[in-house]
């Protein structure tokens, strides 16, 4: 045989198995429980007052995050050196001004009712009180130009969802709402059931805060018709069809919200050029209603858990750095509607088109030791083949969870995929899967705390995480995005 060839052959081969298998294993054991809980007990703490976006409190916590970035081993990665991009997040409230009349009746603001989306008004007309009169009957009332008042129904709405009762009345807003606006009418009032009467005391308090916004999303005012809502004890306000005089006054004022970025540098010449972002939320509730005795929403699970997974992971990088970087961004606002996520991935602090893949976090410190899920890891979800195949991979190596893909279905009534910060980066286009134990009886509670945190979960979904990103660090090839992508809402 020739020389040359069997000399080129046997190059191609050990080429092959180089680019296979050229590269350390990853160095899960310098992820430590104690290190998770420790973090734990300090970021979900009550000194944190819950974390909320926009508040000195948000911006309190992201000072501690940033020095445990540096002291992971990070540097900074956000605006002029920092660890810190600022951005604007717009608030909209309804003001005490607002108010309301029917009848001879003078209705009090947040006591008497309750305005579901703060909205400028004018309107001076007659109420048409339907009763329990369903959407697809609309058309036989004469509401055109008129407010529509209805009692509250859960007649087709699907009662299956996580916090059903606190967001019961968004789903009664949106029962009957399109087909109000699609009959003319000015307004809606809804009346409260059951049901909702329990919510009263829940929706009370993001209803007065308002909604929230950052440039390109919710940044002004929307130009819908409001929505009102009364107890059923006062149903005889509206019963008569008597005239109605509703004023809103709406006022928007920024805040600022702040991302936490740092970065680990990879050792390959070309590959460093290129990032993993690993991704998680800062904020969480803050100060509600109180539940079993305690206002605090400390947020231990959501998404203090991601937070600390991420700190532990860039401890692994420093001592043993992959060949290519690792983005570490803590996102804020995530709460307020993904706001964090959103404004990174429209302004990257690394070109776009560097961001190889983006492994999101969020809750995955509870429920059972061996389930966990992988959002994004099945179709209509899935954006690529080969980050996905990594994460199982990563999976059947050590941690061998078993897979809750129920979860990851477009049919399920959570809609999960959709509420975390891999989406914003999905939906431009880079490969992003998104780890979580999923939800529990104390989400959004003051009961999500640090005690009750499954360490042992949370310690095996930290070293999926950092498996699946070492595999992203390191492969020659970078994953790859699934052509004509598309989500289903």
Known sequence: MNKSYVFSLLSI?????????????????AIKEADLRKDMYELAADQFWGREAGTLDELKVSMWLAD????????????????FQFFDM???QVTSQSSLKIGNSSLKLWKDFLVAEPVNAAIETEIVYAGNTEPEELSKLNIKGKV??????????????????????????????????EQGAKAVIFITDHISEKSWVEVLPQMTR???GVEGLREKITDNIPVVWIKKENADWVKNNPKIALNLITETYKYPSVNIIGKIEGTDPALKEEYVLLSGHQDHDGIRHPVKNDTIYNGA?????????????????????????????FHGAEERGLLGSRWHAAHPVVPKEKIVAVLNGDMIGRNDNNEAALLGGNSPHKNSEELVKMAEDANNESTKFKYLKDWDSPNHAEYFYFRSDHLPYAKIGIPAVFFTSVLHDQYHTPQDESENINY??????????????????????RPKVISNFTLER
Request: net charge positive; proline share 3%; aromatic share 14%.
């Open 68 to 83: 445990k970035a540096k002291e992971a081993g990070m540097k900074p990665a956000g605006d002029n050196g920092t660890f």
């Open 456 to 477: 042992k979960k949370l310690y095996k979904m930290t070293e999926w995480m950092y498996r699946t990103s070492w595999k992203v660090a390191n492969e020659a090839e």
């Open 148 to 181: 529509l008042a209805v009692n509250a129904s859960d007649k087709n709405i699907n009662k299956e969802m996580t916090l059903f009762v606190r967001r019961y009345p968004g789903f009664v807003r949106t029962k009957y709402y399109n087909k109000a606006l």
């Open 301 to 329: 699970d959501d998404n203090a858990s991601t937070c600390v997974a991420m700190l532990a992971m860039a401890r692994a990088y420093k001592k043993q750095p992959g060949k290519r970087s690792i983005l570490f961004v």
């Open 90 to 92: 717009y608030r909209h």
């Open 13 to 29: 081969l050990l080429f092959s198995f180089g680019n296979a298998q050229n590269y350390k294993k990853p160095l899960v054991s």
């Open 210 to 212: 308002g909604t929230y």
